[in-house]
């Protein structure tokens, strides 16, 4: 048993697209990262090391070392010819947290709902903590009173000889040092997973955080749980729209309810992928010409996104060959660098409120041929007919400009102004990938009517319906809680007082599980809770299993 009414817990969310580290009882997290790390190459020279670095003497091994900026190319020590990569023996060591975001464009983002929350390389997942613990100042004995000193990041181009050395330097001087404060992890496995795989990670999870990081106690906590303790609710149903999906669970009195979990596939990343796939022509739009001819090609057709590592002044084609090149636009940095430019896109203020229209039509639906063209222009509130309002209501940004330049025209052709209405495919039955509408890749209206019709208990669904919590970072569209009340209002029945919350602060919306963290670790009643480093060392990770329990 750990107890103390001031524990100084240290936090950590580690969440499918950025990582939050920060103390119990603080209002916000002091560190958001990506949720990614560089795996560097070196040549052991026989120097002694435990925790991240691997290898024997005269062999290559690697580090794990954080941040990972999309800003700029990945360190020359990223790229290894050691044969276990794609591109003709060359690999690239950026390696994503989640198994569900280790992909590439275009795959079936409904098989990738269902590995939501899967740790793909616990070693990884325990570099970034130890990256928040240099930046925090976890280690440090007299923080409090003698304060610290800021070191600045190293050089991302720097050898890997120096990489090496000071990852040893580090590693030492963590062996020596341990911490004082005890660690809370939010746990993101998807509910609906199997016992088996949630337990399997738990205790990978445990283990890290005893042996790897130093922790004095430790525990883990789901994040529904948190995120509803956040906005004070022990019960409530909690909608969370993130990077990887959407993924609705039910919380009665601080517990998860496996069983009425379900998720889907639309989440931030889809629709930065369909938003992509619109401006490279992969979805074919013959909505891109101005008047009713419709000639026009999608702008980014030959050259595709650039992200803007690429455009960045220390880039330097000439460094790349053509193999390595290649090697590192089909990698997993490529497409999160893309996506942090869709990003930018899809949140700026072109982009309509989500207020639901009388009459309306998916995004960059029936595309695929002259006659599902004119019917959704027919359907779509007379838009091409009525080009002077468009423009009125346009003049401000009626182009979107790309970093590399690129002018996307939002306001003359039929695919921009649905590219203004691109949070529309949340809510919409009909998607641009047919292929992928499977039973994960549901509307957000039928997953959370999917998850209530789950429970049996006809009072508790009401109480939930009631009590609707809606958090994550891809829910920050303008109007999409007061939407979601409007198409539930459709589907659930009509004797359910159905409310949606959602805080209109996007640092409590984004950050809620994190948040929750906070106030849990800072009550009183909840330091007995703690699992102590001596009752793992006397039970091993079984304790833990039973103590944290959804």
Not at 160 to 186: F, G, N, Y
Not at 203 to 214: C, D, W, Y
Not at 411 to 418: F, M, P
Request: net charge negative; glycine share 10%.
């Amino acid at each position: 048993m750990y107890c103390g009414d001031e524990t100084g817990a240290f936090i950590g969310d580690v969440g499918s697209h950025t990582s939050r580290f920060g103390y119990g009882g603080e209002d916000c997290p002091k560190v958001v990262v990506p949720s990614a790390v560089y795996r560097r190459s070196y040549v052991d020279d026989g120097c002694s090391g435990n925790g991240h670095i691997i290898g024997k003497k005269g062999a290559r091994g690697s580090i794990y070392s954080a941040p990972v900026s999309t800003m700029r190319a990945p360190p020359d020590d990223c790229f290894s010819a050691s044969g276990d990569g794609e591109g003709d023996g060359w690999s690239l060591g950026c390696v994503p947290i989640y198994s569900s975001v280790n992909s590439n464009h275009r795959k079936n983002w409904s098989s990738n709902a269902d590995d939501d929350g899967a740790i793909d390389d616990i070693d990884a997942w325990a570099s970034l903590w130890e990256y928040s613990y240099g930046a925090l100042c976890v280690r440090g004995k007299g923080k409090h009173t003698t304060g610290y000193k800021y070191h600045p990041e190293p050089d991302l181009q720097s050898e890997a000889t120096q990489s090496k050395s000071r990852a040893t330097s580090v590693t030492k001087s963590h062996i020596e040092v341990t911490i004082d404060h005890p660690l809370l992890a939010v746990d993101s496995t998807i509910r609906n997973a199997s016992v088996k795989s949630q337990q399997k990670q738990r205790a990978a999870m445990l283990e890290t955080l005893f042996e790897s990081l130093s922790a004095p106690a430790t525990y883990i906590a789901p994040s529904p749980m948190l995120s509803s303790f956040a906005y004070g609710k022990q019960t409530s149903l909690v909608i969370d729209v993130g990077h990887s999906g959407i993924k609705v669970t039910p919380v009665v009195d601080g517990y998860c309810l496996s069983h009425g979990s379900v998720s889907s596939g639309r989440g931030g990343a889809w629709l930065g992928d369909v938003q992509r796939s619109v401006l490279e022509g992969v979805i074919k739009c013959n909505g891109w010409g101005r008047g009713s001819g419709r000639t026009g090609e999608p702008p980014c057709r030959n050259e595709g996104i650039v992200p803007r590592y690429l455009l960045h002044p220390t880039f330097s084609s000439s460094k790349y060959p053509a193999k390595k090149m290649q090697l590192l636009k089909r990698s997993s940095f490529h497409s999160m660098a893309i996506h942090e430019v869709m990003y930018e896109m899809m949140t700026s203020s072109h982009v309509l409120s989500l207020d639901r229209n009388e009459v309306s039509s998916a995004p960059f639906c029936g595309y695929e041929d002259e006659s599902d063209v004119k019917m959704c222009v027919d359907d779509d509130v007379d838009m091409e007919e009525d080009p002077k309002e468009d423009d009125d209501d346009n003049d401000e940004a009626p182009f979107y400009v790309l970093p590399d330049g690129t002018r996307v025209d939002l306001a003359q052709s039929k695919v921009g102004r649905d590219l203004c209405r691109l949070p529309e495919l949340l809510f919409s039955n009909t998607i641009p990938y047919p292929n992928n509408s499977a039973g994960n890749m549901l509307p957000l209206q039928k997953v959370v009517h999917e998850s209530l019709t789950q429970l049996l208990d006809a009072d508790l669904r009401k109480e939930l319906s009631s009590n609707i919590i809606l958090t994550g970072g891809a829910s920050l569209f303008a109007g999409l809680d007061k939407r979601l009340s409007v198409e539930l209002g459709e589907i659930l029945p009509s004797s359910y007082k159905y409310k949606v919350t959602a805080s209109k602060n996007s640092v409590e919306n984004r950050y809620s599980a994190w948040i929750g963290g906070s106030i849990l670790s800072s009550l009183g009643s909840f330091q007995q809770l703690w699992l102590s480093k001596r009752e793992y060392e006397e039970c091993g990770a079984v304790l833990g299993l039973q103590r944290f329990k959804d």
